[in-house]
């Protein structure tokens, strides 16, 4: 190819590995240099798993041919570069160094801290730093400061409806929501049936690019957390496709009822595991609501399964971005429930008697995810009622999931779980004792403690930590009118009784390990 003068320098980041990116909208190819990094900061900022280091990756690389057999100039810096400086401004300088660019031009980064670095180019390199919005989005950050204008609480449902009116997705020509209502939600919390089982997922052997990035993660990176193989997430946008086919033709159909269903080895059920395609660029948030959508017109889905789908990207993916984005820097070091608690080791180990959190830690460590109910009212619920620190939460949750990035991590985190924000993104705190997880779970059959029982060695450990979290925070809670009236059952109880839950309670959360160092972060 032949040289060019100054050419237009364009970063493409590990989760932008989208066709139809802003960063290169309307660029010829002829005048532009696209630089791809491998830095190590980015796998240690959090020791992420091992999976999602081998995702993206490999799934950069991939990107990285695909682009140039289109006839796009790549400059890839790979991890194994012996002049590697680790980090992205590091390598922008030396990309800056070869090419001499007249302007870097890229979509800004999903990440705040990522973001930061990103503004501090403008000052430091001779050329302009164009920093473009994210068009994958369908919210814009001022969208989302339109809404939240004059808001108390952010509720994600009136930020839904106008998602919907945006979009026409699953909208009448009268304006009015397709089915007469605008979410289905109460149809969809069926507990799982005996012998439930799901139709599999596909998962994508690798090929000889994944498998040399296999092998450098392990001799990198084999201190993280995780296993490193069975690796069977996509990393091409054709494998991203036929999964979400797969997905569209075996599970949406029941992928409303069984939503908020767990069963002890059925690790995704009736999900659709496309976070990580999604969240990487592989895969267009309109394009895959609108496929859903035309699987319900065609008579092939239900409303409820549809419905609740394109709810979950059009309504809370959008939503949690834009909150992001709306309330950092402070959401990552909110601690409205003043939570002080160091995580547990076993959420690193596994090793709890508790069957239903040692049951999705396994599938944590094994496949680097874990569905949604789980992720919220096991892992999450446990952190909130046992008052396990936000910012050890936070860690945990970025460092152990293939499709973990901050921008929707910690709104989840810090905002639906641990109601650390003060209860800006969900009206109350989603605190539950093990009667919810035995309703919707077959967990509790066979473990070590009995949910049926409320104090002493044998209970079940969420039905003290339930009382004792109410109790500790009643001056915080009491005033909520979705969770207020509690407290006329805990003070109907007598304090003999109260004192044996939070005693029992209390002996639970001294006898807890906690977390050692150098799990999350380098020491
Ligand atoms: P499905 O159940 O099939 O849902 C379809 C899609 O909807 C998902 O792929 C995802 O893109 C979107 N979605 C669903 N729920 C949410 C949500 N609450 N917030 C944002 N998007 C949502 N999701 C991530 O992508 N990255 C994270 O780091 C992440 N951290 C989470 C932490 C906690 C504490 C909780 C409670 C949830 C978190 N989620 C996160 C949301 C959700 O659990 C995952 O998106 C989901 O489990 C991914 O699996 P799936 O693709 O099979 O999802
Ligand atoms: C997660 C990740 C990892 C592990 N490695 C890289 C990398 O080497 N190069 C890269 O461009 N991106 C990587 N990523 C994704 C980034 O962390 C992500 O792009 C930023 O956090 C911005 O959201
Ligand atoms: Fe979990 Fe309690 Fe059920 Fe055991 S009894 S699986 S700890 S909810």
């Given at each position: 190819m032949a040289p060019m003068t100054s050419p237009v320098l364009v970063p493409i980041l590990g989760d932008q590995l989208s066709r139809n990116l802003s960063s290169l909208a309307g660029l010829s190819r002829k005048d532009a240099v696209i630089l791809m990094m491998e830095v190590g900061d980015e796998a240690t900022y959090v020791k992420h798993h091992k999976q999602k280091i081998v995702l993206v990756l490999s799934a950069m690389r991939h990107f990285a041919e695909a682009l140039r057999s289109e006839g796009w100039r790549v400059d890839y810096v790979p991890l194994d570069d012996s002049d590697n400086t680790g980090s992205f401004t590091g390598e922008v300088a030396r990309a800056v160094e070869r090419h001499g660019p007249s302007e870097i031009r890229v979509t800004e980064s999903g990440e705040w801290r990522v973001h930061e670095a990103m503004l501090?180019?403008?000052?430091?390199?001779?050329?302009?730093?164009?920093?473009?919005?994210?068009?994958?989005?369908?919210?814009?950050?001022?969208?989302?400061?339109?809404?939240?204008?004059?808001?108390?609480?952010?509720?994600?449902?009136?930020?839904?409806?106008?998602?919907?009116?945006?979009?026409?997705?699953?909208?009448?020509?009268?304006?009015?929501?397709?089915?007469?209502?605008?979410?289905?939600?109460?149809?969809?919390?069926?507990?799982?049936?005996?012998?439930?089982?799901?139709?599999?997922?596909?998962?994508?052997?690798?090929?000889?690019?994944?498998?040399?990035?296999?092998?450098?993660?392990?001799?990198?990176?084999?201190?993280?957390?995780?296993?490193?193989?069975?690796?069977?997430?996509?990393?091409?946008?054709?494998?991203?496709?036929?999964?979400?086919?797969?997905?569209?033709?075996?599970?949406?159909?029941?992928?409303?009822?069984?939503?908020?269903?767990?069963?002890?080895?059925?690790?995704?059920?009736?999900?659709?595991?496309?976070?990580?395609?999604?969240?990487?660029?592989?895969?267009?948030?309109?394009?895959?609501?609108?496929?859903?959508?035309?699987?319900?017109?065609?008579?092939?889905?239900?409303?409820?399964?549809?419905?609740?789908?394109?709810?979950?990207?059009?309504?809370?993916?959008?939503?949690?971005?834009?909150?992001?984005?709306?309330?950092?820097?402070?959401?990552?070091?909110?601690?409205?429930?003043?939570?002080?608690?160091?995580?547990?080791?076993?959420?690193?180990?596994?090793?709890?008697?508790?069957?239903?959190?040692?049951?999705?830690?396994?599938?944590?460590?094994?496949?680097?995810?874990?569905?949604?109910?789980q992720r919220l009212m096991v892992l999450g619920n446990f952190c909130l009622i046992a008052g396990i620190d936000p910012q050890a939460v936070a860690d945990w949750y970025l460092a152990v999931y293939a499709d973990a990035f901050e921008w929707v991590e910690l709104p989840n985190v810090a905002g639906m779980v641990l109601y650390a924000d003060g209860g800006r993104l969900a009206t109350k705190p989603y605190a539950a004792s093990g009667n919810y997880i035995n309703k919707m779970s077959d967990y509790c059959g066979r473990c070590r403690y009995k949910v049926s029982q409320k104090t002493g060695p044998n209970a079940c450990p969420f039905n003290p930590l339930y009382w004792h979290f109410m109790a500790r925070n009643r001056s915080r809670l009491e005033g909520n009118h979705r969770i207020g009236r509690i407290y006329a059952t805990w003070d109907r109880m007598g304090a003999a009784r109260q004192r044996e839950y939070l005693d029992s309670a209390e002996k639970f959360l001294d006898s807890l390990e906690p977390a050692r160092e150098g799990w999350a972060r380098n020491e």
């Amino acid at each position: 190819m032949a040289p060019m003068t100054s050419p237009v320098l364009v970063p493409i980041l590990g989760d932008q590995l989208s066709r139809n990116l802003s960063s290169l909208a309307g660029l010829s190819r002829k005048d532009a240099v696209i630089l791809m990094m491998e830095v190590g900061d980015e796998a240690t900022y959090v020791k992420h798993h091992k999976q999602k280091i081998v995702l993206v990756l490999s799934a950069m690389r991939h990107f990285a041919e695909a682009l140039r057999s289109e006839g796009w100039r790549v400059d890839y810096v790979p991890l194994d570069d012996s002049d590697n400086t680790g980090s992205f401004t590091g390598e922008v300088a030396r990309a800056v160094e070869r090419h001499g660019p007249s302007e870097i031009r890229v979509t800004e980064s999903g990440e705040w801290r990522v973001h930061e670095a990103m503004l501090e180019w403008e000052g430091r390199f001779a050329c302009p730093v164009r920093i473009l919005p994210d068009t994958r989005f369908i919210a814009s950050h001022a969208d989302f400061r339109r809404f939240a204008e004059g808001r108390k609480h952010l509720t994600m449902e009136h930020f839904y409806r106008e998602m919907r009116r945006k979009t026409g997705l699953l909208m009448r020509p009268d304006g009015k929501p397709e089915g007469g209502a605008w979410n289905y939600d109460a149809e969809n919390r069926a507990p799982p049936k005996a012998g439930l089982r799901a139709p599999l997922a596909p998962k994508f052997a690798p090929d000889v690019i994944t498998q040399e990035v296999i092998a450098l993660v392990g001799q990198r990176f084999g201190d993280h957390f995780g296993d490193l193989e069975p690796f069977g997430w996509p990393v091409t946008r054709a494998e991203a496709l036929e999964a979400a086919e797969a997905f569209f033709a075996r599970r949406l159909a029941l992928f409303g009822p069984y939503q908020d269903a767990m069963v002890a080895g059925q690790d995704d059920l009736y999900h659709s595991l496309l976070s990580t395609s999604l969240n990487i660029g592989l895969l267009d948030p309109l394009e895959l609501c609108r496929r859903a959508e035309a699987e319900y017109r065609a008579g092939r889905a239900p409303l409820n399964s549809v419905e609740g789908f394109i709810r979950q990207i059009i309504g809370w993916r959008e939503y949690v971005r834009g909150f992001y984005w709306h309330q950092m820097p402070g959401l990552a070091k909110a601690n409205e429930l003043a939570a002080h608690r160091p995580l547990p080791e076993f959420f690193w180990t596994g090793a709890t008697d508790m069957r239903c959190l040692a049951d999705c830690i396994r599938t944590t460590r094994e496949d680097a995810h874990a569905h949604h109910i789980q992720r919220l009212m096991v892992l999450g619920n446990f952190c909130l009622i046992a008052g396990i620190d936000p910012q050890a939460v936070a860690d945990w949750y970025l460092a152990v999931y293939a499709d973990a990035f901050e921008w929707v991590e910690l709104p989840n985190v810090a905002g639906m779980v641990l109601y650390a924000d003060g209860g800006r993104l969900a009206t109350k705190p989603y605190a539950a004792s093990g009667n919810y997880i035995n309703k919707m779970s077959d967990y509790c059959g066979r473990c070590r403690y009995k949910v049926s029982q409320k104090t002493g060695p044998n209970a079940c450990p969420f039905n003290p930590l339930y009382w004792h979290f109410m109790a500790r925070n009643r001056s915080r809670l009491e005033g909520n009118h979705r969770i207020g009236r509690i407290y006329a059952t805990w003070d109907r109880m007598g304090a003999a009784r109260q004192r044996e839950y939070l005693d029992s309670a209390e002996k639970f959360l001294d006898s807890l390990e906690p977390a050692r160092e150098g799990w999350a972060r380098n020491e």
